[in-house]
């Protein structure tokens, strides 16, 4: 039994078509977008054959098989950074698509369903799946996040999933240089990054960038420097596969950086 590449290819193509303009894939989590890649993904899957839902969270599910008895989920994510790749979650889905029309062309009798899951959200924490699992942080601003999404607590909760399952399969692109570097097409994973985030304020003292001398300064941008160094040499030291990332740096009061003078 094969899969249709260019079946596959075309399906590819055509959910990549949802995007906002600019360079790249751009459908963001909870955006116009991401809602259109899955009612694409919803019809695709109808026109396929399978039988479709979603749950109240948003999750796009399509299965073949069996009506009763535990399944087998295969998929990844509709929604992207802005600008993103056009395989990163996409791929997933249309991967386990194309498996599911390949199994029902063939006519393949199966013992236990088999599922084609679009997970909502992926690239904002993990969302969609969250709620599937059952496993979505209440933090303080919870219900305020959910008025802003358009959703409930009660759609949450109506959405845990997972138990409906016995297994879960995702083929994911490789977003580091592993495969690459060793020239292999394909790998297994057998773990996966603990991530942690933390936002960190060093505090200095303003002063007059001419005025006062280098001997008096306690500078919070130079002092954070420093900071970056040891934070990378640390990080080092622990060897692969621990990886840390400083991604942004806010300067205030950086006076010149609000000035409105055409002069500095
Ligand atoms: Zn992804």
Request: charged share 25%; hydrophobic share 40%; glycine share 10%.
């Amino acid at each position: 039994m094969k899969i249709d590449l260019k079946r596959l290819i075309g399906m590819l193509e055509e959910v990549n078509s949802v995007t906002d303009e600019g360079e790249g894939m751009t459908r963001p989590a909870f955006s116009n977008f991401e809602d259109q890649a899955h009612e694409w993904f919803i019809k695709k899957c109808e026109a396929l054959g399978l039988r479709t839902h979603q749950d109240a969270f948003g999750n796009s599910f399509a299965t073949i098989g069996p009506k009763e008895g535990k399944g087998i989920l295969i998929g990844s994510h509709l929604d992207t950074v802005n600008n993103g790749g056009k395989f990163d979650g996409a791929l997933g889905v249309i991967t386990a698509l194309e498996v599911a029309a390949t199994l029902l062309d063939n006519n393949v009798s199966l013992k236990k369903p088999v599922t084609v899951v679009a997970f909502r959200a992926e690239e904002v924490g993990l969302v969609g799946s969250s709620v599937f699992t059952g496993l979505l942080e209440r933090t303080e601003r919870f219900e305020d996040w959910l008025k802003n999404i358009n959703r409930t607590a009660a759609t949450v909760d109506e959405s845990i999933g997972y138990e409906a399952y016995t297994d879960y399969l995702e083929l994911h692109i490789e977003q580091g240089k592993n495969l690459e570097t060793k020239n292999k097409n394909i790998g297994i994973v057998n773990s996966i990054a603990s991530l942690n985030r933390m936002n960190v304020t060093v505090h200095g003292e303003a002063g007059h960038a001419g005025t006062i001398s280098m001997e008096e300064r306690n500078d919070a941008l130079m002092n954070t420097a420093k900071i970056l160094t040891e934070f990378e040499r640390i990080v080092k030291s622990y060897g692969a596969p621990n990886v840390g990332t400083v991604g942004t740096l806010q300067v205030y009061p950086s006076s010149r950086g609000k000035s409105s003078s055409p002069l500095i």
